[in-house]
Structures are given as structure tokens and as C-alpha cells.
């Protein structure tokens, strides 16, 4: 007897960020009957080991930033205040599992089904899944299905005992803090995550093959961040050659784990700690989407339109399974148009207008949790240069230290920076990039980014009334 296929409206294939959206305004705004086929924790990578933990673990460093700035402001501040690790990991898993069984219970008060599981193309409308229960395996189809199934952090292939590392989904899982760690990569998870364990006592070394690290941003970002964290004590290994080998010299677990870096100039160093950052690769290979024709770029990411269809018919991806500005709230949104467009246009709630739903990819604000916190939107400087041509570009630029520094001794004042750039274009000095950097930046960012995304012409930010004293002021007032 022939396998049972189950009939949805549509099928979502990864329970995360971008997935999870699509899935809710499917079915709890449409009422399609709708799938979430999840291998793994329910809320993907954001909840699990990405942007949520990221966060906490970024507070917590914060609170060991805060209690050395306390003796400043005349607190009697014991030195080396010591600090729980393993229990404060005990109450983010806690927390983390909390959210794991809220995205469950939306999605089953929502009507939605999920199945635990490894989903695999049959053909184009249908999905066959080895159940995570040991089962055996169920067969699925619908006309529309999504993949959203993410990515992962790889390792190097060519590099021997590149596996004694970890990744940054290995970070979440320390509970022993190392002694000495070392990160390769010079992208924002490197420096996140660096930037957290140097502020909680952690001797942080950090190999990258330029002189900056965060190399994508506005060259104002990448020199004074730079500099802030080898201030602030992090070892910052610049135009590093790469490694040739990594020893185990001891299995364990925090100080008892020890691994010998050997690098491709000769020099060695040892470590209790190494952490991969060198990019992230899509999670297709169970999924198998070359079976059914779906078109990949060179890298596994899956290729789409500017409305998430792929090349076949009812095929749709999103999220950093795509490539495409791989942040959280980029693929609810992107999930949430697609789910408008192709469930909403006919329903009452919805209407013929969002038979073109899709996100508009542009000046989208992003923000690095670092050590301080960065925002930006919009073009870097060389980017506007490139577009616009240098005649027709004008930058505003401020530098100082926040009021929160003053009572700081000034040779420490002077080492924590909030750094301002506006970038302009033509005559009406169209606001086409802003970056900031500082104390707050990450709460500030979001309010500006509304202005940057409706047009705000640099006028527009001088007739703002400026909120006093705060450093936001200084992009309503700068000359």
C-alpha cells in the first residue's frame, strides 16, 4: 500500500525567523492551511545561537563594563568582582528554551502544523521527511512551498585539526570560561563575540588578515573600532598569514582544553580556545534542491527573484539560506510580503494591492553588538563616492567622548569613542548613508534608519529639535 500524502496550502521548510513569519500570516491572517517542517529547535538560529544568546551574553559583558566605570562615579567597587558563568549560561539556556516553546505554542494557537523532522525534495510540490522520532518517513505536498532552512558556520577543510575548534554555535555551548581564546575571522560575529569575552576577563586574541576587522563597513567603523578594542586590551593579530595546523595538546573543557595554533609563518601560540569565524554556507545538502532543478549560485544559496520565487514554479526561499542580508528581521519581513502575496491578495483581509508585495532590500539598518555598539544604514563613504561620484557627495562627520566618560581619568576618557558620519548626496543632500558608533548607538540606530528609509534630507535633521544633553544630538546639530 502506497504512503499517505498529506495535502497543505503551503509548506515551510525551516521553523526560524523568516520561516516562522511566513508560516503566521499564511495561516494566522489567511487562513492557508500551512506546514513547518523543523529539524532542529524550533526559532532557528536567531533564538538559538544567534542574535537572542548573542544579546544576553553582550549584557552580561556589559555589566562587568559597568561595575569598573562605577569606582569613576565614586561607588566603592571591589576589584575582580568574581561572577557565575555557568550558572548565568544555566538561566540563558532557561530563557532560550522559554522561547522555543512560545514560537510552538504561536504556531499551534495560529493552526499551524509542525513536524520534526529532515525534509527531502520528491519532486517540485513534494517533500518527503525522515521523522526526528525514529518513525520512519511521511510524504508532503503542496503548491507552495518555502525554503527557509537557514545556514550554518563552517570550518576550514584544508587546515589539519581545524575541527579541535569551535564555531559560533559552539560558543553557546561554554559553560567553563577559557583562560586565553583566540577567534579567527574579522567579520561581526568575530568581533561580537570577541568583544564579550574580553570584557569579561578572557585574554582575547584575534587573527585577521588586514588591518581592520569589519572590512564591509565605513572605513571610519573598521579604523576606530579597531583601535577601541586594542585599547581595551583585546591582541588584535593584523595581516595574519593564516594557520597551518591546529594540535591538541589536551582534551577538556575551559582552561583544561589546551590547542597549539601553528601558523603559516612559523609561529605558534598556545590556547585553551579556538573559534571559527569565517562565514556561514546555506543548509541545503539533506534538502537536495539540485534534484528538482532549483538554481544555486556557486556557494549553495539558493538564487531568487526580488519576490522570493526561485527558477521552479511554487518553489520560494528567503533568509540567509538565500544570501541576501542575512539578519533577522530582513527575513520575517521577507516571509511576511510573501506570505501577503501569495495568500492576501484575495482574501478580505488582504486585498489586489499585494499582488506586488516584496521587501525593498535597500537601507536596511543593522547594528553590531560590540564593545561600544555600531549602527548603520545606508552607503559607506567609497560606496557613495562610487555611485555618485565624489563632486556630488558630501560627509559630516563628529567625534567626541559621551558625557557618561567625564568623570573618567583623560588618558581613559580619550579611549572610548562616539563617532558620527553623515553621508549626502546632490543638492539636497539626500542622507545616503549614516553610520555611528558609541555608547547607545544600537537604540539610536533604529529611529534614525526610519528617517534615512523615508528620503530625510540633511535639512530634515537640522530641524529637528535636539534632545539634551545626549549624544543622538549630535546628528541633529552637526556642521
Known amino acids: 500500500m502506497a504512503p499517505t500524502v498529506k495535502q497543505y496550502d503551503f509548506i515551510v521548510i525551516g521553523g526560524g525567523s523568516g520561516g516562522s513569519g511566513a508560516a503566521r500570516r499564511a495561516s494566522g491572517w489567511y487562513g492557508a492551511k500551512t506546514l513547518i517542517i523543523e529539524n532542529g529547535k524550533s526559532g532557528g538560529t536567531c533564538v538559538n545561537v544567534g542574535c537572542v544568546p548573542k544579546k544576553m551574553t553582550w549584557n552580561f559583558a556589559s555589566v562587568a563594563e559597568a561595575l569598573k566605570d562605577g569606582v569613576h562615579y565614586t561607588y566603592d567597587v571591589p576589584q575582580n568582582i568574581s561572577f557565575n558563568f555557568p550558572e548565568f549560561k544555566k538561566r540563558r539556556d532557561a530563557n532560550i528554551k522559554g522561547l522555543n516553546n512560545a514560537y510552538e505554542r504561536n504556531w499551534n494557537r495560529e493552526g499551524i502544523d509542525l513536524v520534526n523532522g529532515i525534509a527531502t525534495f520528491k519532486s517540485a510540490k513534494e517533500l518527503e521527511v525522515k521523522l526526528r522520532d525514529g518513525s520512519g518517513t511521511a510524504t508532503y505536498t503542496a503548491p507552495h512551498i518555502l525554503i527557509a532552512t537557514g545556514g550554518h558556520p563552517i570550518k576550514p577543510t584544508d587546515i589539519p585539526g581545524a575541527e579541535h575548534g569551535i564555531t559560533s554555535d559552539g560558543f553557546f555551548d561554554i559553560a567553563e570560561l577559557p583562560k586565553k581564546m583566540a577567534f579567527t575571522g574579522a567579520g561581526y560575529i568575530s568581533v561580537e563575540l570577541a568583544g564579550v569575552m574580553n570584557a569579561i576577563g578572557v585574554e582575547t586574541h584575534m587573527f585577521i588578515r588586514y588591518n581592520t576587522f569589519l572590512r564591509n563597513f565605513d ?63 546555506p543548509e541545503v545538502e539533506a534538502l537536495a534542491p539540485a534534484k528538482v532543478g532549483i538554481m544555486q549560485k556557486h556557494s ?180
Not at 521587501?359 to 553590531?368: A, F, L, M
Not at 567625534?399 to 539636497?428: L, V, Y
Request: proline content about 4%; glycine content about 10%; some cysteine.
Open 219 to 281: 572605513p571610519m567603523v573598521q579604523e576606530t573600532l579597531t583601535k577601541r578594542y586594542e585599547d581595551a586590551g583585546v591582541k588584535i593579530h593584523k595581516n595574519h598569514k593564516g594557520f597551518r595546523e591546529v594540535i591538541s595538546l589536551k582534551e577538556g573543557k575551559g582552561q583544561d582544553k589546551l590547542l597549539k595554533l601553528v601558523g603559516n609563518d612559523g609561529d605558534e601560540m598556545e590556547v585553551n580556545e579556538l573559534l571559527w569565524a569565517i562565514g556561514r554556507s
Open 300 to 479: 549553495g544559496h539558493i538564487i531568487v527573484d526580488e519576490y522570493q520565487n526561485t527558477n521552479i514554479e511554487g518553489i520560494y526561499a528567503l533568509g540567509d539560506v538565500t544570501g541576501q542580508a542575512e539578519l533577522t528581521p530582513v527575513a520575517i519581513a521577507a516571509g511576511r510580503a510573501l506570505s501577503n502575496r501569495l495568500f492576501g491578495t484575495s482574501h478580505p483581509s488582504g486585498g489586489a494591492h499585494l499582488s506586488t508585495a516584496k521587501i525593498e532590500y535597500s537601507n536596511i539598518p543593522t547594528v553590531v553588538f560590540s564593545h561600544p555598539e555600531v549602527g548603520t544604514i545606508g552607503l559607506t563613504e567609497p560606496q557613495a563616492v562610487s555611485k555618485f561620484g565624489a563632486e556630488n557627495v558630501k560627509v559630516y562627520h563628529t567625534r567626541f567622548s559621551a558625557m557618561f566618560f567625564d568623570f573618567h581619568p583623560p588618558e581613559e576618557k580619550k579611549k572610548q569613542p562616539t563617532e558620527f558620519k553623515i553621508i549626502c548626496e546632490g543638492k539636497e543632500e539626500r542622507i545616503v548613508g549614516l553610520h555611528i558608533l558609541g555608547l547607545g548607538s544600537s537604540e539610536m540606530m533604529q529611529g534614525f534608519g526610519v528617517a534615512v528609509k523615508m528620503g530625510a534630507r540633511k535639512r530634515d535633521f537640522d530641524a529637528c529639535v535636539a534632545i539634551h544633553p545626549t549624544s543622538a544630538e549630535e546628528l541633529v546639530t552637526m556642521k
